[in-house]
């Protein structure tokens, strides 16, 4: 039985609650003005929080509460029953990497800078329907049916998907006649426990024809239990690797990307197939741990930031971002900002495969047929993100907090200032012609139980 703790930011009480639906968020809301009286509060909250997460076993989420713009600390508890062991390791790589897009609504969250994942969607918004209406298997439905948004994160674009898909599968039910009527319909809204869920849920639109649920935790690791999801939704999500590559921080191996925070630098074609095996395992894991909780004959629809099959080094944009913002680290160690040692230890654990390797795992996997596989013709980035503010908005919405837990809070300000006055004096990067990102879309079945 899953056990939740409820914590009092004002009274700083906590109270076990031993229910299986908890009724309060299962959320910790560090508020805001907690961060404007100071970290001391903070502290004082935390040092409270860390002694009542001993007491019943709480999977800690995050100890560092490094600036106001981080107000949440998520949690969940583990029983010593049913949750498999291998989930909980999943959720501490997750957690140590601290993987979560900026929280709130403020000028540096997700929530205002996440237009140009939003283009992703426009793109496939009419391709999700018309699958969705001519292939969902609605046999397979008992009393509800329930649809899952993959690493979710906050803002408008998750809201937008959950409508779109339960629109097409009421659709799909109605075109069904009287004989099946539209069952009640679940959303279950997933990202890492480090997600800003009390935003999300705040802000989900009133006239919603489905139930809301969070569902915090690594995709990398069971979420649901088994055969009970008929519909999984993914966008902009599986580019996130489970962890950093071990061979990349390594001193000793040929792959240690001393002085690089990616595999954006051509020569070091070890990192780069450090990064590729990572990929193919967690993709491995990923479509095995969906293969549980789907149900036979149920749908998932990814949409999956891409390189080209064939790419040359030296016309993508692709990780050049990255390139710059490590850049920008190497200037700053080189006058004493930061340490070199700091730089050498810190990777982006991000992958963008090609259509060609993701098609290759997903059927050496087996668990899933190919229904459809194409590259959208997404907005280009000069729609999206016309200008440098825009741009370097979007980049500090999403990796924020990787480097300011890393490398502190104190100096997120300066290395976005630093990307922004190199970028903006670049003729290559604002160029949408340099642009090579694929957007594509992929929409799997689950195939009988093999
Ligand atoms: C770029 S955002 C995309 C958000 C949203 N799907 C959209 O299209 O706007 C990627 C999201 O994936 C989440 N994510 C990354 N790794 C994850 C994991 N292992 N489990 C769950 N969520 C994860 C991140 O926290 C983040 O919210």
Same mark, same amino acid.
């Given at each position: ?8 930011? @004002? ?13 309060a968020? +299962? ?6 003005k907690?961060?404007?009286?100071? @970290? ?25 509460? +490094? ?5 949440? %600390?998520?949690?969940r ?28 609504? *403020?000028? @540096? &969250?997700?929530?205002?800078n &996440? ?11 009419e %391709? ?5 209406v ?26 937008l ?5 339960v ?28 997600n ?13 024809r ?9 995709f990398?690791?069971?979420?649901? +239990?088994?055969?009970?999801i ?15 590559p ?7 191996? +040929? ?28 993709m ?13 004959? *149920?749908l ?6 891409a390189a ?14 990255f ?9 700053m ?14 990777n ?58 890393h ?24 160029k ?17 139980d093999?």
């Amino acid at each position: 039985m899953a056990q939740y703790i409820s914590y009092n930011s @004002h009274t700083h009480e906590s109270h076990n609650i031993k229910k299986m639906v908890c009724l309060a968020s +299962p959320l910790i809301n560090f508020q805001r003005k907690n961060h404007e009286r100071g @970290h001391e509060q903070s502290n004082t909250c935390l040092r409270k929080y860390v002694s009542a997460a001993r007491q019943y076993r709480v999977l800690l989420t995050s100890f560092d509460l +490094p600036g106001y713009r981080l107000h949440q %600390v998520s949690m969940r508890t583990y029983s010593n029953g049913n949750m498999p062991v291998s989930s909980i390791d999943a959720d501490e790589q997750t957690r140590v990497m601290g993987i979560a897009m900026n929280g709130g609504d *403020g000028p @540096h &969250s997700y929530a205002e800078n &996440s237009a140009y994942q939003r283009g992703y969607f426009e793109a496939a918004k009419e %391709v999700l329907k018309e699958e969705i209406v001519a292939k969902l298997d609605v046999k397979q439905t008992s009393s509800a049916f329930r649809i899952t948004d993959l690493g979710c994160s906050t803002g408008p674009n998750t809201y937008l998907a959950a409508e779109t898909i339960v629109e097409a599968v009421e659709q799909r039910f109605k075109s069904q006649g009287l004989h099946s009527p539209t069952p009640e319909i679940e959303v279950l809204f997933n990202d890492t426990t480090l997600n800003d869920f009390n935003t999300l849920l705040r802000c989900l639109p009133p006239e919603r024809r489905y139930y809301a649920t969070a569902a915090p935790g690594s995709f990398y690791s069971r979420l649901f +239990p088994k055969a009970s999801i008929h519909i999984v939704y993914s966008a902009c999500t599986i580019c996130w690797l489970s962890r950093i590559p071990k061979e990349v921080t390594d001193e000793t191996s +040929p792959a240690w990307n001393k002085g690089s925070i990616h595999y954006d630098n051509g020569a070091r074609k070890k990192v780069f197939e450090a990064y590729e095996a990572q990929f193919a395992k967690d993709m491995e894991v990923f479509l095995q741990k969906r293969a549980e909780e789907i149900v036979n004959g *149920g749908l998932m629809a990814l949409l999956v930031a891409a390189a080209p099959d064939i790419m040359s080094d030296s016309v993508t944009t692709l990780a050049t971002e990255f390139q710059v913002l490590g850049s920008c680290l190497v200037d700053m160690a080189k006058q004493g900002i930061i340490s070199e040692e700091k730089v050498d230890t810190f990777n982006l654990p991000l992958y963008y495969t090609r259509p060609k390797e993701l098609k290759e795992l997903i059927l050496r996997n087996g668990s899933f047929s190919i229904e459809r596989m194409e590259i959208l013709n997404n907005k280009k980035e000069h729609v999206t993100m016309p200008n440098v503010e825009r741009r370097t908005l979007f980049l500090r919405a999403c990796f924020e907090g990787l480097f300011g837990q890393h490398f502190g809070y104190n100096i997120v300000d300066e290395l976005f200032d630093r990307y922004a006055k190199k970028v903006v004096v670049s003729s290559f990067y604002l160029k949408p012609e340099n642009q090579k990102t694929l957007m594509l879309f992929v929409l799997l079945k689950r195939n009988d139980d093999k």
